[in-house]
T-cell receptor
Framework: RKEVEQDPGPFNVPEGATVAFNCTYSNSASQSFFWYRQDCRKEPKLLMSVYSSGNEDGRFTAQLNRASQYISLLIRDSKLSDSATYLC???????????FGTGTKLQVIP | NAGVTQTPKFQVLKTGQSMTLQCAQDMNHNSMYWYRQDPGMGLRLIYYSASEGTTDKGEVPNGYNVSRLNKREFSLRLESAAPSQTSVYFCASIQDSPSTDTQYFGPGTRLTVL
């Protein structure tokens, strides 16, 4: 089993829709969680950190469920500019213990 | 403020050739990383440098060497390139702790080994 798993998609949604992605992790010792966004043939960029209590940044909401070992990203009122691949990142102590998911591709359709 | 820069952007090598990928950051960050990204595999850590003067292996270090030349620069060397090293290589830097600080990535180097 992969340490971090994501549904690769693509998720094709109309503008204005709400879409949610999940990311599961296998190691219960995981400590820090992030969502990164990667546009086609570009570098990843931090979208948001994921805190135990959940956190929101505008149209984006991230949540952590330690009991079931997954994190989620909810995007409300999708924009065309949200089209990208969303990478889940999990860390468990130490600089080398960083694991990226393979990403979920989102395509927002006019 | 350039952030993280990488050179070259594209490179084609023949099997057995060597090359060095350059990375520099101007954010005064302490930690720097090299990743490779392959289809269906996600980004995988090759080497990292937690601070100037130190380097350590990541998940996939075989076939690579690194040098933390100074606080700004972290280079990745392929001594004898193999087709399995065809990939997109990203350099990243972090202020201090990867658990709390944002990783800033360079634009990537697209390497093809024939």
């Amino acid at each position: 089993r992969k340490e971090v798993e994501q549904d690769p998609g693509p998720f094709n949604v109309p503008e204005g829709a709400t879409v949610a992605f999940n990311c599961t992790y296998s190691n219960s010792a995981s400590q820090s969680f992030f969502w990164y966004r990667q546009d086609c043939r570009k570098e990843p960029k931090l979208l948001m950190s994921v805190y135990s209590s959940g956190n929101e940044d505008g149209r984006f909401t991230a949540q952590l469920n330690r009991a079931s070992q997954y994190i989620s990203l909810l995007i409300r009122d999708s924009k065309l500019s949200d089209s990208a691949t969303y990478l889940c990142v999990v860390m468990r102590g130490g600089y080398q213990k960083v694991t990226f998911g393979t990403g979920t591709k989102l395509q927002v359709i006019p | 403020n350039a952030g993280v820069t990488q050179t070259p952007k594209f490179q084609v090598l023949k099997t057995g050739q060597s090359m060095t990928l350059q990375c520099a950051q101007d954010m005064n960050h302490n930690s720097m990383y090299w990743y490779r990204q392959d289809p269906g595999m996600g980004l995988r850590l090759i080497y990292y440098s937690a601070s100037e003067g130190t380097t350590d292996k990541g998940e996939v270090p075989n076939g690579y060497n690194v040098s933390r030349l100074n606080k700004r620069e972290f280079s990745l060397r392929l001594e004898s390139a193999a087709p399995s090293q065809t990939s997109v290589y990203f350099c990243a830097s972090i202020q201090d702790s990867p658990s709390t600080d944002t990783q800033y990535f360079g634009p990537g180097t697209r390497l093809t080994v024939l």
